[in-house]
């Protein structure tokens, strides 16, 4: 477990300059963690840092650290991880130990910060423009490896309204408007939340950060942001769930947004060629496609049906109705010839003046019965006679079906004649 370890918390280069991503520190502290696979883990602690730990819905940088010896060679420490304590240390998680007192050079994944900002500042925006023209409030912002989504209070917003802010909140992306940061003491935040310029105060003691899109957004917040909107990029609002009360928006923004779009739009494409029409065609091609196939599969019953008749009716021509047990075995080879035709025949069979079948289906090493009769009840005797024959089987009094071992279908058959 750790020790504790005193420090001064680090200063944060991210709150005044987001876009700066390579730094040099010394290294105050450091902690064993844990040991994964028996690997050792530390965190470690600088006097700045450029890495935003994870908070507020928005997850952790990553990076390294980089420390270079006297003899000149260098070590590369990966963070994986940067976490902030409940007194605003942060804590870099690392598998290399760097030592108190070395100098390093941090360089914090650019792309993946930038993915970040992108999604972070998006949601500013989108929360600001629900608010501002649907009176919906966030609750929270999940920003997720895949998609970001808010839970905002209230009833389900409807495809028009979302469309609606989606164009809105596009509309303040294009503007590039600054996205300010300022900072004003607690008394001062105070009063701001008692005027209503701001809707909640972080629980954090000391003097208050607030980022500023004028005459959108004013928030305390202690993310990373963009410079201005325009480097948010495309903000592409997708679904709605309810989840707990709450209605779930995801949303994607900037890079991730563009993605998103052109794996889509290779998806439809793909549709598209397999349907042979055009890609605005494709939903009617594929409604017309299901249409054609319920129809379908109606005939193909009246069909089905209309076949197990005909061989009834023969069958029952050259067997007569005087057999107290009709046996029909069904090639399997046959296309058409399932379980549910087996029940078809049987059934028609007995419509025909059979007065008892057992219709046989052979699947490989088992084989599938069907038992109809005009009287008696098929679902008891069937059922009975399978017991002693390691198989099983039920129905109603008028069919019942089941299966069996193949080599046992001759004493089956023996078993159901009447004594
Ligand atoms: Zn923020």
């Known amino acids: 477990m750790s020790a504790q370890v005193q420090t001064h918390a ?40 450029a890495f935003y730990p994870e908070s507020g819905g928005q997850p952790a940088d990553t990076g390294v650290l980089i420390a270079t010896a006297r003899s000149g060679a260098s070590l590369e420490a990966p963070v994986t991880d940067v976490q ?30 930038e993915d970040h900002m992108q999604q972070h500042s998006g949601q500013h ?20 490896p895949e998609t970001c989504t808010i839970d905002l209070e209230g009833p389900p917003l409807l495809d028009e309204e979302l469309a609606a802010v989606e164009l809105a909140v596009n509309a303040a992306v294009a503007q590039a408007l600054p996205v300010g940061i300022r900072y004003v003491s607690p008394d001062e935040a105070q009063a701001m939340l008692q005027d209503s310029r701001l809707r909640k105060l972080p629980p954090r003691a000391g003097r208050i950060r607030l980022i500023e899109v004028p005459g959108i957004d004013l928030n305390a917040c202690g993310g990373t942001h963009v410079a ?3 480097a948010i990029g495309p903000i592409f609002l997708r679904g709605t769930e309810r989840v707990r009360g709450a209605v779930r928006l995801q949303f994607l923004c900037g890079t991730r947004a563009l993605r998103a779009a052109r ?47 005909a061989e009834a009716v023969a069958l029952v021509a050259t067997a007569g109705t005087a057999q107290p047990l009709l046996l029909h075995t069904l090639d399997a080879e046959l296309p058409g010839h399932t379980p549910d035709f087996a029940k078809l025949l049987a059934s028609a069979l007995v419509a025909a003046g059979a007065p008892r079948t057992l219709v046989a289906l052979p699947q490989g090493e088992s084989c599938a019965v069907v038992l109809a009769a005009a009287m ?3 679902g008891t005797e069937l059922r009975t006679a399978l017991t002693t024959l390691g198989g099983r089987g039920g129905g109603s009094r008028e069919l019942a079906q089941g299966s069996l071992p193949l080599t046992a279908l001759p004493a089956l058959a023996a078993a159901l004649l009447p004594l």
């Open 10 to 49: 680090a200063d944060r280069i991210y709150y005044d300059a987001p876009e700066q991503l390579t730094f040099t520190a010394t290294v105050t502290a450091i902690r064993e963690v844990a040991r994964v696979h028996g690997r050792q883990v530390w965190q470690v602690a600088l006097d700045r840092t």
């Open 84 to 113: 902030e304590d409940e007194a605003g240390e942060v804590w870099h998680t690392t598998a290399k130990p760097l030592q108190e007192g070395t100098e390093v050079r941090g360089m914090v994944n650019a792309e993946r910060r």
């Open 125 to 144: 925006l989108l929360s600001a423009v629900l608010w501002r023209d649907r009176r919906r409030k966030t609750v929270s912002f999940h920003l997720g």
């Open 228 to 230: 201005t909107t325009a």
């Open 263 to 309: 794996s889509e739009y290779e998806g439809l494409a793909a549709l598209s060629r397999a349907l042979s029409t055009g890609t605005a065609e494709v939903q009617g091609s594929v409604a017309r496609l299901l249409a054609e196939n319920r129809t379908a599969a109606k005939e193909r019953t009246a069909l089905l049906q209309a076949l197990a008749t």
């Open 376 to 378: 008696g009840n098929c």
